[in-house]
């Protein structure tokens, strides 16, 4: 059974700093990608940054790249997502994910709240 817990949300002020992490537990196959969403009010939950898990490559979206970086410690199974110059807009709950490729199968973490507020 998959299994992820997150922490470090909080509140900061902009331009401040955070960093997520994700640890994944009863992970049995390697064909996947971690990552993290966020849903703010009123809006669709979207995607932020992935790894893919085989080689360690990411992507990070173009509305948080140059500020926000998605790293993991393989050893762990585990993913971060440091999080620099926050902005108001990046205010939202913050979804970790597992996607398990050939089955097309989709894992969430309970989600933390990230709150960027003067």
């Known amino acids: 059974q998959v299994q992820l817990v997150e922490s470090g949300g909080g509140s900061v002020q902009p331009g401040g700093s955070l960093r997520l992490s994700c640890a994944a537990s009863?992970?049995?196959?390697?064909?996947?990608?971690m990552g993290w969403y966020r849903q703010a009010p009123g809006k669709e939950r979207e995607i932020v940054a992935s790894i893919y898990w085989p080689s360690g490559t990411t992507h990070v979206e173009e509305a948080v790249k140059g500020r926000f970086t998605i790293s993991r410690d393989s050893a762990e199974n585990t993913v971060y997502l440091q999080m620099n110059n926050l902005k108001p807009e990046d205010t939202a709950v913050y979804y970790c994910?597992?996607?398990?490729?050939?089955?097309?199968?989709?894992?969430w973490g309970q989600g933390t709240q990230v709150t960027v507020s003067y």
């Open positions: 994910n597992v996607r398990r490729i050939l089955r097309h199968e989709d894992y």
């Open positions: 009863g992970i049995d196959f390697r064909q996947r990608y």
